[in-house]
């Protein structure tokens, strides 16, 4: 067992009960065998035998970041339909493509999105979408980690979908390498009726497994829910009693007082998805009041054809931008806040793990590089490192102890490969 330790990083430290998110100097971090064994200050004691010894040489070590609602299949669309609403992005550009997908093609397009994540210091993510068996081989040939769900809707495809579903469910149950994971996907409360909302509530709780659903996205959701169903989404899916299985519900941009008190539930994450609701002109999530309210945030970047990039430290740069502009208040939008919520928070949703780089967790972390011009001086503070540093300068990122990418080059993919597969597939589209 190959045992790593990193040394003289300035280093994260996790949110505690009693404490924010903040970091620590002069550290060092040891893992071996997935998992983070020993940290510490100063030099490392001689008893650790590592035969992979990094220095860090003051750089900013991170826990690895999680995109928590993203769909890596739409990679071969990504800056085909531009300056659309979600609902004519949807129906005039997304779905007449999505019905010429091969499997081969989300198998592809999942690598490229896996490959351009990674180098950007996201160490998992939670996928929706279809042939979701070919984002799992991605997903362990590249060595990142996920929470993948078949996404399902009502239509001639339901049985279809809800039987990939399953199979989904099997496959990660009987996956032995703790990079798969996986959840059930209504696509949104829109596109599934009550009938087929309840299979799929009953397959989560056979399987144990989250709920992944998009959620008040638009206006217009609540609207059609309100007129169709005569509540709100958000209702009627504790109606359907949705909130008793763990949900990670992304979008949540129209949010009423009730829907903040019902998603404030131990049970619910939400993954707040800034660029892309911006971009699709969907609006802002209130994500201070849904703070205010004790509602559990995570960040998710949703679909490289609806953002473009798949870059959650950006991300988590806008969603502490916008909260302290919607909010008027500057010292709101903290990194610490931010950082923890696309970690802590979200593999706590993901996989249950805790995640804040001390001894049991999972050793998913990366490095900055310190010899940038952005770093003269050195960031001094997680508020500087975020609104300083851009992704570009992720040096080394490792998941379950395996060093993913080195020196900016992501080590388990082949991207000459890749690049020519996705750019020839692309061509049918747009
Ligand atoms: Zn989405």
Same mark, same amino acid.
């Given at each position: 067992m190959l045992t790593t330790v990193i040394t003289n990083a300035?280093c994260?430290?996790?949110?505690?009960?009693?404490?924010?998110?903040?970091?620590?100097?002069?550290t060092y971090l040891v893992f071996s065998d997935g998992w983070i064994t020993d940290r510490?200050?100063?030099?490392p004691?001689?008893?650790i035998h590592a035969q992979r010894h990094i220095d860090a040489?003051?750089?900013?070590l991170?826990?690895g970041?999680?995109?928590?609602?993203?769909?890596?299949?739409?990679?071969?669309?990504?800056?085909?339909?531009?300056?659309?609403?979600?609902?004519?992005?949807?129906?005039?550009?997304?779905?007449?493509?999505?019905? &010429? #997908?091969?499997?081969? *093609?989300?198998?592809?397009?999942?690598? +490229? @999105?896996? %490959?351009?994540?990674?180098?950007?210091? $996201?160490?998992?993510?939670?996928?929706?979408?279809?042939?979701?068996?070919?984002?799992?081989?991605?997903?362990?040939?590249?060595g990142?980690?996920?929470?993948?769900?078949?996404?399902?809707?009502?239509?001639?495809?339901?049985?279809?979908?809800?039987?990939?579903?399953?199979?989904?469910? &099997? #496959?990660?149950?009987? *996956?032995?390498?703790?990079?798969?994971? +996986? @959840?059930? %996907?209504?696509?949104?409360?829109?596109? $599934?009726?009550?009938?087929?909302?309840?299979?799929?509530?009953?397959?989560?709780?056979?399987?144990?497994?989250?709920?992944?659903?998009?959620?008040?996205?638009?206006?217009?959701?609540?609207?059609?829910?309100?007129?169709?169903?005569?509540?709100?989404?958000?209702?009627?899916?504790?109606?359907?009693?949705?909130?008793?299985?763990?949900?990670?519900?992304?979008?949540?941009?129209?949010?009423?007082?009730?829907?903040?008190?019902?998603?404030?539930?131990?049970?619910?994450?939400?993954?707040?998805?800034?660029?892309?609701?911006?971009?699709?002109?969907?609006?802002?999530?209130?994500?201070?009041?849904?703070?205010?309210?004790?509602?559990?945030?995570?960040?998710?970047?949703?679909?490289?054809?609806?953002?473009?990039?798949?870059?959650?430290?950006?991300?988590?740069?806008?969603?502490?931008?916008?909260?302290?502009?919607?909010?008027?208040?500057?010292?709101?939008?903290?990194?610490?806040?931010?950082?923890?919520?696309?970690?802590?928070?979200?593999?706590?949703?993901?996989?249950?793990?805790?995640?804040?780089l001390?001894v049991?967790d999972p050793a998913d972390c990366f490095l900055?590089?310190?010899?940038?011009?952005?770093?003269?001086?050195?960031?001094?503070?997680?508020?500087?490192?975020?609104?300083?540093?851009?992704?570009?300068?992720?040096?080394d990122v490792f998941v379950a102890g395996e060093q993913v990418v080195q020196?900016?080059?992501?080590q388990?993919?082949?991207?000459?490969?890749?690049?020519?597969?996705?750019?020839?597939?692309?061509?049918?589209?747009?």
């Amino acid at each position: 067992m190959l045992t790593t330790v990193i040394t003289n990083a300035r280093c994260f430290r996790g949110a505690s009960e009693t404490q924010s998110a903040g970091w620590e100097d002069n550290t060092y971090l040891v893992f071996s065998d997935g998992w983070i064994t020993d940290r510490g200050t100063g030099t490392p004691p001689e008893t650790i035998h590592a035969q992979r010894h990094i220095d860090a040489q003051g750089a900013w070590l991170l826990p690895g970041l999680a995109n928590t609602h993203t769909h890596s299949g739409m990679t071969l669309f990504r800056g085909k339909a531009e300056a659309l609403p979600l609902n004519r992005w949807l129906t005039q550009r997304i779905f007449p493509w999505e019905a &010429q #997908l091969k499997e081969d *093609d989300i198998y592809w397009a999942s690598l +490229a @999105a896996i %490959g351009e994540m990674l180098r950007h210091g $996201v160490t998992a993510f939670a996928d929706m979408y279809f042939f979701e068996e070919a984002v799992a081989r991605g997903v362990l040939q590249s060595g990142i980690r996920a929470l993948l769900s078949r996404g399902v809707t009502n239509g001639p495809e339901q049985a279809r979908a809800l039987g990939e579903s399953e199979a989904l469910l &099997q #496959l990660a149950q009987e *996956d032995q390498s703790g990079h798969l994971y +996986a @959840a059930v %996907g209504p696509h949104a409360p829109y596109t $599934v009726d009550d009938t087929l909302m309840a299979q799929l509530l009953d397959l989560a709780e056979r399987y144990d497994v989250p709920v992944h659903i998009h959620l008040q996205e638009t206006y217009d959701e609540v609207t059609a829910s309100l007129k169709a169903f005569g509540e709100r989404p958000t209702e009627r899916l504790r109606r359907l009693g949705m909130f008793e299985h763990r949900v990670l519900a992304a979008h949540c941009v129209w949010l009423d007082d009730k829907d903040l008190q019902t998603l404030a539930h131990p049970n619910v994450t939400v993954a707040h998805n800034p660029t892309s609701n911006l971009k699709l002109g969907s609006g802002i999530a209130p994500t201070h009041a849904m703070r205010s309210t004790g509602v559990s945030l995570s960040v998710g970047t949703d679909g490289p054809a609806s953002n473009n990039r798949l870059d959650v430290w950006s991300e988590i740069r806008l969603a502490g931008l916008l909260e302290k502009g919607s909010s008027g208040m500057a010292e709101v939008g903290e990194a610490s806040f931010w950082i923890s919520a696309a970690t802590q928070t979200a593999y706590h949703a993901l996989f249950g793990m805790k995640h804040r780089l001390e001894v049991g967790d999972p050793a998913d972390c990366f490095l900055f590089d310190p010899m940038c011009w952005e770093s003269l001086p050195l960031p001094g503070s997680l508020d500087a490192l975020l609104h300083t540093f851009p992704s570009e300068h992720v040096s080394d990122v490792f998941v379950a102890g395996e060093q993913v990418v080195q020196n900016g080059v992501v080590q388990s993919l082949d991207m000459e490969k890749i690049r020519a597969e996705v750019n020839q597939r692309a061509k049918r589209f747009g």
